[in-house]
């Protein structure tokens, strides 16, 4: 029997939601050198993969967090699944800006959310987990206390797990590189001989140097 994150890491595959790309890397916004590029709002037009994703997200909140007030989706490729989630749960949602709305109440935080409520916020995707934790920093400044982070998948790097420790916010994800990488290889995505150099990504992407490849969207 297949475990949940290599269950959903074929299904991100198989709808090309995870690209694979050793030998032709990406290279990401950030100027880093890739062999995968992800777009979790890919599964929103799958509803098959859709509501899986709905229901794992949830699962892990009603068995981890039972006494969460408010689901926060983090913008904007987690708005949708958020939203999702927390109507699934009949819990209040609101979604994090990455930058205050530039008009009219210059919001961070669109919806109402009150200091003291627990909130759980909904990510899509966690790489360095900066973005992650400056959306939890800003309810945290609204007052409200984040008990605790859930995200479709991760790419688990070092640094991203050390961040999340120093900001004493738990990450649940429901699926994994590592799991990913053992599914590619099963399905044929990848050759058994692509796992060392997507490993040696992974432990250190920012120094990664491999043959220039094409600008990922």
Same mark, same amino acid.
């Not at 997200?57 to 969460?68: F, V």
């Not at 429901?174 to 058994?192: L, Q, R």
């Given at each position: 029997?297949k475990?949940l994150?290599q269950?959903l890491?074929e299904k991100?595959l198989?709808?090309?939601?995870?690209k694979l790309?050793?030998?032709i890397?990406?290279?990401?916004?950030?100027g880093?050198?890739?062999?995968?590029?992800t777009?979790?709002?890919?599964?929103? !037009?799958?509803?098959?993969v859709?509501?899986?994703?709905k229901?794992?997200?949830?699962?892990?909140?009603a068995?981890?967090?039972?006494e @969460?007030?408010?689901i926060a989706?983090?913008?904007t490729g987690a708005i949708?699944q958020? @939203?999702?989630?927390a109507?699934?749960?009949s819990l209040?949602?609101?979604y994090i800006?990455?930058t205050?709305?530039d008009h009219?109440?210059?919001n961070l935080?669109?919806?109402?959310?009150?200091p003291?409520?627990? %909130? %759980?916020?909904?990510e899509?995707?966690?790489s360095t987990?900066k !973005? !992650?934790?400056k959306?939890a920093q800003?309810v945290?400044?609204?007052? @409200?206390?984040v008990?605790?982070?859930v995200?479709i998948?991760?790419?688990e790097?070092?640094?991203?797990a050390e961040?999340?420790?120093?900001?004493?916010?738990e990450?649940?994800t429901?699926s994994n590189?590592s799991?990913m990488?053992?599914?590619?290889?099963?399905?044929?995505y990848?050759?058994? !001989?692509?796992?060392?150099?997507?490993?040696q990504?992974?432990?250190?992407?920012?120094?990664?140097?491999p043959n220039q490849g094409?600008?990922?969207?």
């Amino acid at each position: 029997m297949k475990n949940l994150d290599q269950l959903l890491a074929e299904k991100l595959l198989k709808i090309s939601a995870i690209k694979l790309q050793p030998s032709i890397p990406f290279v990401w916004a950030s100027g880093w050198n890739s062999p995968i590029y992800t777009d979790n709002r890919q599964t929103l !037009s799958y509803p098959d993969v859709r509501n899986f994703i709905k229901v794992e997200l949830s699962r892990l909140i009603a068995e981890n967090y039972p006494e @969460a007030e408010v689901i926060a989706g983090v913008a904007t490729g987690a708005i949708a699944q958020g @939203a999702l989630v927390a109507d699934t749960l009949s819990l209040p949602f609101v979604y994090i800006r990455s930058t205050p709305k530039d008009h009219g109440l210059e919001n961070l935080i669109e919806g109402n959310i009150k200091p003291g409520q627990k %909130v %759980v916020i909904v990510e899509d995707l966690v790489s360095t987990g900066k !973005s !992650s934790l400056k959306a939890a920093q800003a309810v945290r400044d609204a007052g @409200a206390e984040v008990i605790g982070m859930v995200a479709i998948f991760t790419y688990e790097f070092p640094q991203a797990a050390e961040a999340f420790k120093k900001a004493g916010i738990e990450l649940l994800t429901i699926s994994n590189y590592s799991a990913m990488v053992d599914a590619a290889v099963k399905a044929n995505y990848i050759k058994a !001989s692509d796992v060392e150099t997507l490993k040696q990504w992974r432990e250190d992407p920012a120094n990664w140097v491999p043959n220039q490849g094409p600008l990922a969207p």
